[in-house]
């Protein structure tokens, strides 16, 4: 059973930085792709980030230029957010496809005060 355990987030002033850790059960090289979504309330779930195997990256444009994916050698995909806006304050996912099969994290809370 693939598990997907995310960390990381707080409560941060805007213009301020949080670097969120997704940490899974097996190599992080074992997904085919490995991405971060956000939740904020009362709307649906929104991609952000997500990164291949191979290392390319995509992002949505709403987060361009201030979020960036990077990940260990062993189990670990991180998203870096810099200059956080309180329009970025949701529940941030880790979502990750081996084979066909998708898998989520629980989530991390993300707050950004004005």
């Known amino acids: 059973q693939v598990q997907l355990v995310e960390s990381g987030g707080g409560l941060v002033q805007t213009g301020g930085s949080l670097r969120l850790s997704c940490t899974a059960s097996g190599s992080i090289f074992n997904f085919k792709v490995v991405a971060w979504y956000r939740q904020a309330p009362g709307k649906e779930r929104e991609f952000i980030a997500s990164?291949?195997?191979?290392?390319?990256t995509d992002y949505a444009s709403s987060v361009e230029g201030r979020f960036s994916m990077s990940k260990n050698l062993r189990n670990t995909a991180y998203l870096q957010m810099t200059n956080l806006k309180p329009e970025d304050t949701a529940v941030y996912y880790c979502?990750?496809?081996?084979?066909?099969?998708?898998?989520w994290g629980q989530g991390t809370q993300v707050t950004v005060k004005s």
């Open positions: 979502n990750a496809f081996q084979g066909t099969a998708g898998y």
């Open positions: 990164m291949t195997a191979g290392g390319s």
